[in-house]
């Protein structure tokens, strides 16, 4: 095999890997409600508790990433996680800063109760 050949396969192998480290990248956190949705419904199944983009109409499923009456499997420090069960159990309303990918919830901080 010549160098030049032996050049094209190195290209080729990095320009392989280029995309794959690319297509992982992590999406920024952004606001999100977690729990009570604001969504009444007349028959079930109804998304009572879900995550919510918090820029969405609180009174809508606009924005509505996660609905399950149970919390999605959480990515969080021991205290956020403990906090956002409860507050879920509850049927309260928290607003984190976080993301959720592949229906796990990422949570950067809790900043408080939602307004």
């Known amino acids: 095999m010549n160098h030049f050949a032996k050049g094209m396969i ?4 990095g320009v392989g890997v280029v995309p794959a480290l690319s297509s992982e990248a992590v999406r920024p956190n952004e606001p999100l409600r977690v729990g009570k949705t ?24 606009a924005g509505l990433l996660w609905s399950s009456q149970t919390l999605p499997e959480l990515v969080a420090n021991p205290e956020d996680a403990q906090n956002l069960s409860a507050a879920w159990a509850d049927g309260q309303c928290v607003l984190i800063t976080g993301r959720l990918e592949n229906s796990v919830l990422h949570v950067g901080e809790i900043v408080g109760n939602c307004p």
């Open 10 to 13: 190195w290209l080729f192998l």
């Open 38 to 61: 604001n969504i009444h419904c007349v028959k079930e199944p109804c998304p009572w508790l879900g995550v919510v983009q918090a820029g969405a109409t609180s009174n809508g499923p």
